[in-house]
C-alpha cells in the first residue's frame, strides 16, 4: 500500500547492488521477534518494536472483502492485524476440515502480509469473541460428560487432533521461518473460567511448543481478575481492559507475573458487543483515544479489539448468561473504528491521530465510505408454511425416541428441529403446556395441527395455552440461539431438555425432525419457488420471496424488515444471519455488494419468519444501518429517497 501511495519516480538500482541488497533484507535464518526484559520492549530482527495492533476476524468478514479491510487497517497506522481461528469453523466434523473460500485462513495470512502487516495468531481451542460455543465444535457435546476446557481426556485427545492439523500448516507462517506471525496466544482469559486447571494449560502449551518449536513468542491474555488461573510459566502473560479501567492498577497487577519485558494489552476495547433485546453499545472517542495514547506513551504494545467487528452471519453468534440467557445480535459492529460495512469512522481518525505521535503512519488517504444503494419497498410472496415442506427439510425422515433428545444426540449443529407429537387426549379447555427447568433450549415456536399456537423462550417465556382434539399434531418447532460463548460453567445443549407438560399430562413418543433449512433454500427455491401444495395463510414459520434487479452498479446496502417479527434471511442462497425487529436493537442486516449479482440479473431474497408477518409482506434495502433502535419504535423510511426516518409512534 505504501508503494501505492508513494510518489511515482523510476528506480533504476545499477544491477550490481541488488545482489548487496539481498544481503542486508533479514534472512529467515536471523529472523526473530523476542521480548528484550533488559529494556522492557520487543525486539524484532534485534531492533527495538512496539506493536500497535487492531483485531479483525476473517471468518465475520466474506474473503473478497478481506484486502479492503486490512488495508484500510495498514492506513490507520496499524503495524500488526490479531485474529482468532475459530476450531468449529474449520472442523465442522470430526476429522472433516474446511479451509476452504472465507475458511481459508492461509489466504487471509497471506493477504496480511500483502498489506504489510505482521499477525497475532489465538488459535484457542477457545476463543470466547462472541462466537458460537467460543469456538469449540458442537459434535464435542455428543459425549455429554466431558467438560469442556479441561484435562478431561476426552476433550484434549479432540483437541490434540485439531492442533496436530492446524499447526503445522502454521508453522511455515512464523516469523522466524520467513512467515509473518510474531506471536501466538494459548487458550484465551483461562483465568475467567471456573476450572483452573492447571494440567490443562500445561497440556497446551507443550502442545504449541511441541508443533511450533521453541523459538515462536507464546503468551496468554486475561482480565486483571484472570491473571492467576490464566497465566503459565513460560507463557509470556499479557492483560485485557477497555478505557474505563484503571490502567495503572491492571498494568501493576502484571507486573506481579512479568516484572520486566513490554507491558501488552492484548484487547483494549474500541467498542462493545451487542445482546438482542438489550441497548447498542458504544465506547465514546475522547475514552478510547485518552486511553491508547496513555498506553503508547508507557511503551506499551497494544491490541485494539475489535478494529473491524464484521457480521455474524448465518448461526455463528454465540450467547452470554448474566441472570440470563443473551444471545448476542447478528451485526458484530462493535461500534468499532471501522464500521460493519467497512467504513472508516470518525474514531478511526481520531485514533490514526493518536498512533501518528508515536509512529510512522503511512502517507496518503483513507479510502472513502464505500457506495450504498437504497431499494424498494419490495413485496415478498407466500412460499408456504415450513411444516409444507417437511420431506424436503428433513430428507431422511424423523427420528423417534419416547423423550425429546437434543440438537447434539442427533447430530444437529446449528438451526432448527421439529419435536412432533400426537395428543393422547382431546383437550377442550385452554391447558397450560411448559417444559421443565427452564428446558426449552431456545426458543419453541408451537402449532396444533399447524396453527400457530405462540412461543415458549429460555428464561422468558415459560409456558403457553392451547386446545386440542385428539390425534391432533402437536410441533413445536426449536431454534438454536447460538451456543454460549462465555461464563457457561455447563454444556449450552440445544433442544428440548426436558418433555413438555400439558396440563398434567408428560408428552411422550415424540418424532425429532432435524432440518436442513439451508439445503432448501439453495437446492429447491431458486428452481422453483416450491409452492406448497395448498398454500394456507401464514401461520407460525413461514417462508417468504421474491427476485429483484440491482438497477445501477449497486453498492452495499443494509436490510430492514419493518413490521416482521424474528427470522432468517438468505440472499443468493448465502445465509445473511438473523433478524428480530420486534425486539432490536438491530434493525437491519448489512447486505454486502459483492453478495448481489451484477446490475439486470435477479437476486432472490428468501426470510424464513417465524411468528407473525406484516400485514403488508414488504422489505426495504436503505443506504444506512440501524442498530440502536428503541424496542417500542417503528421507522418507516420515506419511499422517495433515503432520508431522516420518519419516527412513527410505537405499537
Ligand atoms: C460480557 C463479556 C463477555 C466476555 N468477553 C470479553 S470480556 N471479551 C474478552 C474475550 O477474550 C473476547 O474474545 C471477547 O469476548 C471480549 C468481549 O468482546
Redesign the pocket.
Known amino acids: 500500500p505504501e508503494s501505492a501511495m508513494a510518489p511515482k519516480k523510476p528506480l533504476c538500482l545499477p544491477s550490481l547492488l541488488l545482489p548487496l541488497l539481498t544481503l542486508l533484507l533479514p534472512q529467515a535464518d536471523t529472523r526473530s521477534f523476542v521480548v528484550d526484559r533488559d529494556h522492557n520492549r520487543f525486539l524484532l530482527d534485534g531492533a527495538p518494536f512496539r506493536y500497535v495492533s487492531g483485531s479483525l476476524h476473517y471468518f465475520r468478514v466474506p474473503r473478497v472483502l478481506w484486502a479492503d479491510r486490512l488495508f484500510k487497517m495498514r492506513m490507520s497506522g496499524l503495524n500488526v492485524v490479531q485474529f482468532?481461528v475459530p476450531w468449529n469453523y474449520h472442523e465442522p466434523e470430526p476429522g472433516v476440515y474446511n479451509f476452504n473460500g472465507s475458511r481459508d485462513l492461509f489466504a487471509f495470512l497471506q493477504e496480511a502480509t500483502l498489506a504489510n502487516l505482521l499477525v497475532i495468531l489465538r488459535p484457542g481451542p477457545y476463543?470466547?469473541?462472541?462466537w458460537e460455543m467460543g469456538g469449540l465444535p458442537a459434535w464435542l457435546l455428543r459425549k455429554p460428560k466431558i467438560h469442556l476446557r479441561t484435562s478431561d481426556p476426552d476433550f484434549l485427545a479432540a483437541v490434540d487432533s485439531w492442533f496436530k492439523v492446524l499447526l503445522p500448516r502454521i508453522y511455515p507462517w512464523l516469523y522466524h521461518n520467513g512467515g509473518n506471525i510474531i506471536s501466538i496466544q494459548v487458550e484465551?482469559?483461562y483465568g475467567?473460567y471456573r476450572a483452573c486447571d492447571v494440567s490443562y494449560m500445561r497440556h497446551l502449551a507443550g502442545l504449541f511448543r511441541s508443533l511450533l518449536g521453541d523459538k515462536i513468542l507464546l503468551f496468554t491474555?486475561d482480565?486483571p481478575e484472570g491473571l492467576k488461573c490464566g497465566s503459565l510459566q513460560g507463557l509470556y502473560t499479557t492483560v485485557?481492559f477497555g478505557p474505563a479501567d484503571n490502567m495503572t492498577k491492571i498494568f501493576g497487577l502484571l507486573r506481579k507475573y512479568e516484572p520486566r519485558g513490554p507491558l501488552v494489552n492484548s484487547?483494549y476495547?474500541t467498542g462493545?458487543?451487542d445482546y438482542w433485546g438489550q441497548n447498542h453499545s458504544t465506547r465514546s472517542i475522547p475514552a478510547v483515544t485518552k486511553g491508547l495514547e496513555k498506553m503508547l506513551k508507557l511503551g506499551a504494545s497494544v491490541n485494539m479489539?475489535m478494529f473491524h467487528g464484521g457480521t455474524n452471519f448465518g448461526y455463528w453468534n454465540g450467547a452470554?448468561e448474566?441472570g440470563r440467557f443473551l444471545p448476542i445480535t447478528t451485526s458484530y459492529d462493535?461500534d468499532a473504528p471501522i464500521s460493519e460495512a467497512g467504513d472508516p469512522t470518525p474514531k478511526l481518525f481520531a485514533i490514526r491521530n493518536v498512533i501518528s505521535k508515536f509512529q510512522e503512519v503511512p502517507l496518503g488517504p483513507l479510502p472513502p465510505p464505500s457506495p450504498k444503494m437504497t431499494l424498494g419497498p419490495l413485496t415478498l410472496h407466500l412460499d408456504g408454511n415450513l411444516l409444507d415442506f417437511l420431506d424436503f427439510l428433513c430428507p431422511q425422515g424423523p427420528i423417534h425416541s419416547v423423550l425429546p433428545m437434543t440438537f447434539e444426540a442427533v447430530n444437529q449443529v446449528h438451526g432448527y428441529m421439529l419435536y412432533r407429537t400426537y395428543l393422547t387426549d382431546t383437550v377442550s379447555e385452554p391447558t397450560q403446556l411448559w417444559v421443565p427447568n427452564n428446558g426449552v433450549h431456545d426458543r419453541a415456536y408451537v402449532m396444533v395441527d399447524g396453527v400457530f399456537q405462540g412461543v415458549l423462550e429460555r428464561n422468558m417465556k415459560h409456558n403457553l395455552f392451547l386446545m386440542g382434539k385428539i390425534g391432533a399434531t402437536l410441533d413445536v418447532l426449536l431454534e438454536n440461539m447460538g451456543r454460549l460463548?462465555?461464563?457457561s460453567n455447563s454444556s449450552d445443549f440445544k433442544g428440548l431438555l426436558q418433555p413438555p407438560i400439558l396440563g398434567q399430562t408428560v408428552l411422550t413418543q415424540w418424532l425429532m425432525f432435524p432440518l436442513k433449512v439451508d439445503n432448501l433454500v439453495k437446492e429447491w427455491f431458486p428452481i422453483q419457488p416450491l409452492k406448497s401444495s395448498h398454500p394456507q395463510t401464514p401461520s407460525g414459520p413461514t417462508f417468504y420471496s421474491t427476485t429483484f434487479p440491482i438497477l445501477n452498479s449497486g453498492g452495499d446496502t443494509f436490510l430492514f424488515l419493518p413490521g416482521w417479527t424474528k427470522g432468517q434471511v438468505w440472499i443468493n442462497g448465502f445465509n445473511l444471519g438473523r433478524y428480530w425487529t420486534k425486539r432490536g436493537p438491530q434493525q437491519t442486516l448489512y447486505v454486502p455488494r459483492p453478495l448481489l449479482f451484477p446490475r439486470g440479473a435477479h437476486n432472490r431474497i428468501t426470510l424464513l419468519e417465524l411468528e407473525n408477518v406484516p400485514p403488508q409482506p414488504q422489505i426495504q434495502f436503505l443506504d444506512r444501518p440501524i442498530l440502536n433502535s428503541t424496542k417500542h419504535r417503528t421507522y418507516i423510511y420515506s419511499l422517495s429517497s433515503a432520508s431522516e426516518p420518519m419516527e412513527l409512534s410505537g405499537h
Open positions: 482468532y476463543i470466547c469473541a462472541e484465551n482469559e475467567s491474555t482480565g485485557d484487547e476495547y462493545w458487543l479489539y452470554d448474566k462493535y460463548s462465555f461464563g
